[in-house]
């Protein structure tokens, strides 16, 4: 292990009530870094934050400070302290003794150098001068000089956060914690400490482990980001490399808005998706499953006919800088941003530079189509094939009233028809039968794979809509086969606006 690294997690696990919400997380952090744990809500950032300050102990894997395990260590014996969302500052105590409040209760070592030069320990509390000097050099890193005496409850939601900051940094943590600190405080208010923190990072030289969720914060201010999702590390790397080179199409949504196709190799240097065909430089084998990343600022409009394929612009947003148009591509939405105006309603080629594309390897565990609608007879409609589900699964605790409308437990009433979900069908819930017939819609086998113990097979549909299947049997590719979905376990999700659709 190198001299600079401060902090070292190794295969940490967590779980609660026999669900784990922090799976085998290794990651070495450097000192004087500004590194940010990035994540939805529930991902586990909360739970990684509170086994480092020593709130919570793992129940597997070890966690190293300088070199020395410290994963059972009690949190006040830890050089560890923690910023929460919330301030948590005493309301009946001024600024001042807020900051000074643990240092009061501290017994520490204080190491005097007398005249001769001798070091002499002593193991008591500080005394009135020191305390005043940490509380006031805490006061200017937060820059809350001459507040000292200003009852908290006067402050500014920015301000009471800036005394908490000082709390914890008054005690010359060697890392400081941040959880979501800036999460009750408004955009403007976010924006301006943002800045702030970093120059707090600056200043102190220690290292910094913050929590948020939001993309932008952690863009903008870690030198390294570690991307979590459902207990697991995505991806760690500099802010640029995240966006740029993101390993999965989860990192390249989570980061930054992304076009994100399903794509099928079509063989090496050949891919197809948006329904149209690629060159490119790409070397996975034919019918290998793929996820295509585009960003809106890498797209270009030209001619109709001149570019990858033609969409209809559907939207303009002036953004300040460019616009930002949503052009259909049959019924897929790609999102364009461009400096030069176009015409809602024409027709346009959409292009790229072949350097940005961004090609990833499938990561599958379900079907997810995300084109999918509801008839007006609350089935699921993907592509040419019709499935009955329940739909009251879009909103927890409704109910389907006698004439098909979807009841929420509010009350309200909704008509789905033409409601815009997104469906997903497990592997483990489709069928292949020969007879092709017999299916609820026809494809033809394009790839079988031997997967162990079983089949992975994808039939394709004349509306180049795959269907993977987990199956004990196998077919010959280019068999026709019917298509049959288990519907009862097609897991609908939200994706239009679910107000548009209220009776
Ligand atoms: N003490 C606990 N007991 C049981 N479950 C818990 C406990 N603490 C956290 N969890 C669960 O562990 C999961 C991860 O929680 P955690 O607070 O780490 O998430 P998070 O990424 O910080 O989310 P958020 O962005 O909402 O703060 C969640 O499902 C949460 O409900
Ligand atoms: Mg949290």
């Not at 919400?21 to 990651?27: A, E, G, K, T």
């Not at 190491?111 to 008591?124: A, D, F, Q, S």
């Not at 197809?272 to 490119?280: C, H, V």
């Not at 090609?359 to 007879?377: G, H, L, Q, T």
Request: charge should be negative; charged fraction near 25%; aromatic fraction near 8%.
């Amino acid at each position: 292990m190198g001299n600079d690294i401060i902090i070292q997690l190794n295969n940490l696990s967590k779980q609660f009530d026999g669900t784990t919400v922090v799976d085998n997380l290794s990651l070495s952090i450097k000192k004087g870094e500004f590194v940010t744990f990035l994540g939805p809500s529930g991902c586990g950032k909360t739970t990684t934050l509170r086994m480092i300050a020593g709130f919570e102990i793992p129940n597997q894997g070890t966690i190293l400070l300088n070199g020395a395990d410290i994963t059972k260590l009690p949190p006040y014996q830890r050089p560890v302290n923690t910023v929460f969302q919330r301030y948590a500052l005493f309301p009946h105590l001024d600024v001042y003794d807020n900051i000074a409040f643990g240092l009061r209760l501290k017994k520490v070592d204080v190491k005097t150098t007398l005249e001769n030069g001798k070091i002499v320990i002593e193991h008591r509390k500080y005394n009135a001068d020191e305390i005043d000097d940490k509380v006031l050099n805490a006061l200017k890193i937060v820059d809350l000089e001459d507040f000292e005496d200003r009852d908290v409850t006067t402050l500014s939601g920015g301000q009471q956060q800036r005394v908490a900051i000082a709390r914890a940094i008054v005690n010359n943590p060697e890392i400081l914690l941040l959880d979501e600190p800036l999460g009750a405080l408004d955009l403007k208010m976010r924006k301006e400490m943002q800045l702030e923190l970093k120059e707090m990072h600056r200043k102190l030289g220690i290292t910094f482990i913050y929590v948020t969720h939001d993309q932008e914060e952690a863009l903008t201010m870690s030198d390294t980001i570690v991307v979590m999702k459902d207990g697991v590390i995505q991806q760690i790397g500099k802010p640029a490399d995240i966006y740029n080179e993101p390993i999965n199409a989860y990192v390249a949504n989570f980061i930054g808005e992304s076009n994100i196709y399903n794509a099928t190799s079509l063989g090496p240097n050949k891919l197809r998706f948006l329904g149209a065909t690629l060159n490119t430089t790409h070397k996975y084998p034919a019918n290998e499953k793929l996820d295509v990343i585009l960003r809106p600022e890498d797209l270009y409009l030209v001619e109709p006919g001149l570019g990858f394929v033609d969409g209809i612009v559907a939207s303009r947003v002036f953004k300040g800088v460019h616009y930002e148009y949503i052009l259909m591509v049959g019924k897929s939405d790609v999102v364009v941003q461009d400096v030069h105006n176009y015409e809602v309603g024409h027709k346009y080629g959409i292009t790229f530079d072949a350097d940005d594309i961004h090609i990833m390897e499938k990561e599958f565990s379900e079907n997810e189509y995300e084109e999918a609608w509801i008839n007006d007879r609350n089935q699921l409609v993907i592509s040419d094939a019709v499935f009955d589900v329940d739909v009251t699964q879009l909103i927890a605790g409704s109910k389907l009233d006698d004439n098909n409308y979807l009841i929420g437990p509010k009350g309200i009433k909704y008509n789905l028809k033409d409601y815009e979900v997104t469906a997903e069908i497990p592997f483990t819930a489709i069928e292949f039968n020969g007879n092709a017939d017999d299916g609820q819609v026809r494809g033809h086998i394009i790839q079988s794979v031997w997967k162990g113990d079983h089949y992975q097979i994808i039939a394709r549909t004349s509306e180049e809509e795959d269907y993977v299947a987990d199956t004990e049997y196998t077919y010959e590719v280019g068999t026709e086969v019917g298509i049959n979905v288990d519907a009862s376990k097609i897991k609908l999700k939200v994706r239009g606006n679910l107000s548009d659709h209220e009776v």
